[in-house]
């Protein structure tokens, strides 16, 4: 039997929320809930196997399988939008690409009102999280957690690709999380030994261990509990029932970009007029809750091979994907354990920009991506780049569509909407025709099965990227940090207005990073850590008449 009041409440253990129960933990002084919605733990047999997120992608037990509404800005269609829903969140189904983003990008953020985060700020928590032989000292990690390495080449199309990127002016960079983001490279992964690294099996696998660590999986959150503009204590409903948890310190949330602000929104705390709609009592105004929603929109190109064995569509599929399976089994390589788009191009869509402001990834061989069918892969000789602008300008929104805590949010996607992400969008597609066209790789193209020949002028492409185009899965921005009227959370996370509650998640930036979101996620919860236990330090816990509650059995 566990108490029911903790010192500190983590809601959600995922890439952030991982993070932070485990450093919350550690020092064995606090006592630390961590709630999680979803049943599945670090053993779950698909989150093992990199390929394996193909069998997660659509799979209701451990991904909370999101649509948006649709929009005219990508083509009026409702967007898949997959989220992890297991210990590890996202970090257990996701893409499994190592990726920072830019000095650039943490240097907007503390210009943008958010002191103590610029690049140099953050640098430390980056080299904390991870464990990598890649790079100089002065920017990576060699003894954390997170096992980084680098993807390996399996066909010849690989070394073709670099030398074409190196042809048209795109030099090879040994580490794109280094100082320097900009050039082609083989992609860094969280993968080790063959198989994913999460924070379920290298935050919280070993922190579960901890008697003052309670991880209660299977936890869905259903409203924070408020006593007055202070927040005590979360309830939630495990195996049917209404429970709740009580916090002496804070409770904080890391539900993630889709999820934050719909508890928060639940609780009362957000726009009123939106609150008012749905019946949910105003607690805190605060209009920028669920406001500032950013994802990268990528489209892709699509190529067929005049010869075989460059794509590895026949590992993929049949007779080959079995042997591929027994490779895996026997020595942990291979294609089941290859990283999804293992070559990585930054770079620029006019040359008088200081950084990369586009994205391209190249895959070698090409995947359906129809509803039911999602990552299957096709029976063609071919690879597909994919690319998308780095630093959106576009902001939707996300928000509950009712009072009933288990109903999906509205994700509003806003694409394309500014003239500078229209033109950068359409310099990636421009970029990923000279890039697959120039030799030596173009040597080996038979046609270009997407977009097509016919799809040339800007507004052709801008057509094909709004009709074809997807999101990469990195949704930020929806309780951003700052100090202005939008901002939800000061730069040390907490909530504005709101004492005993902060958001540590991606849906605390301002703006987009410059790549994949992931690490920069779990950076935040280990730099929401530091400030936690920093402060603790300095404050005694609140004392509330909560204390004499009965026990509560938590399952693990």
Request: charged content about 20%; overall charge positive; proline content about 5%.
């Amino acid at each position: 039997m566990k108490s029911n009041v903790y010192d500190f409440i983590v809601v959600g253990a995922g890439a952030a929320g991982g993070a932070l129960a485990a450093r919350l933990s550690e020092c064995g002084k606090y006592t630390v809930l961590c709630l999680e919605a979803g049943r599945a733990g670090h053993h779950y047999i698909w989150s093992r196997p990199p390929t394996g997120s193909a069998f997660m992608f659509e799979n209701a037990a451990v991904n909370w399988c999101y649509h948006s509404e649709p929009n005219p800005t990508h083509g009026n269609r409702p967007l898949y939008v997959p989220r992890g829903k297991m210990l590890g969140g996202s970090t257990s189904l996701n893409g499994m690409v190592y990726n920072r983003g830019q000095p650039l990008d943490y240097d907007t953020w503390a210009r943008l009102g958010c002191p103590g985060w610029t690049y140099r700020d953050v640098l430390p928590f980056f080299k904390k999280l991870e464990s990598t032989d890649v790079g100089s000292d002065d920017y990576r990690g060699r003894t954390g957690p997170i096992k980084v390495t680098v993807a390996p080449k399996l066909s010849a199309f690989y070394d073709l690709f670099l030398k074409s990127a190196e042809a048209i002016g795109i030099r090879y960079n040994d580490d794109y999380s280094g100082e320097v983001q900009e050039g082609v490279a083989m992609a860094q992964q969280t993968i080790y030994r063959g198989l994913r690294v999460s924070t379920a099996t290298h935050y919280l696998k070993d922190a579960s261990k901890r008697k003052n660590l309670t991880i209660a999986r299977g936890a869905e959150a259903t409203s924070l509990i408020m006593d007055g503009k202070r927040c005590v204590g979360i309830r939630f409903v495990q195996a049917g029932l209404a429970q709740e948890a009580r916090a002496s310190r804070e409770v904080i949330v890391s539900c993630g970009t889709a999820n934050s602000p719909k508890l928060l929104e639940l609780s009362g705390i957000g726009n009123p007029d939106l609150l008012n709609k749905h019946g949910v009592k105003v607690v805190h105004e605060l209009r920028g809750v669920g406001e500032n929603l950013r994802d990268h929109f990528a489209a892709a190109t699509k190529w067929r091979f005049n010869r075989p064995n460059l794509s590895l569509a026949s590992r993929g599929r049949g007779f080959g994907l079995i042997r591929e399976i027994v490779r895996f089994a026997l020595f942990r390589t291979g294609f089941v354990a290859l990283v999804f788009g293992s070559i990585r191009v930054f770079t620029r869509s006019r040359s008088e920009l200081d950084s990369p402001d586009i994205m391209l990834l190249a895959v070698p061989f090409i995947v359906e991506m129809k509803p039911g069918k999602l990552r299957k892969v096709l029976p063609i000789e071919g690879f597909y780049l994919n690319g998308h602008v780095q630093r959106p300008e576009s902001t939707g929104s996300i928000h509950i569509r009712s009072s009933d805590p288990f109903a999906a949010p509205r994700i509003d996607f806003r694409f394309l909407d500014t003239e500078t992400d229209r033109q950068a969008a359409i310099a990636a597609v421009r970029r990923m025709r000279e890039l697959a066209l120039a030799a030596p790789l173009g040597a080996f193209i038979a046609e270009e099965l997407a977009p097509g020949p016919h799809v040339q002028t800007d507004e052709e492409i801008l057509k094909f990227i709004r009709e074809n185009g997807q999101i990469t899965h990195h949704m930020v921005g929806t309780c951003k940090m700052g100090n202005d009227p939008m901002a939800v959370v000061d730069e040390s996370l907490r909530v504005h207005g709101i004492s005993g509650l902060r958001v540590a998640d991606a849906s605390i930036m301002p703006t987009m990073p410059s790549g994949n979101t992931v690490i920069p996620t779990i950076m935040i919860g280990e730099k929401c850590a530091a400030t936690v236990l920093a402060d603790a330090a300095k404050n005694a816990p609140v004392e509330n008449n909560v204390r004499q509650r009965a026990p509560m059995a938590i399952s693990l």
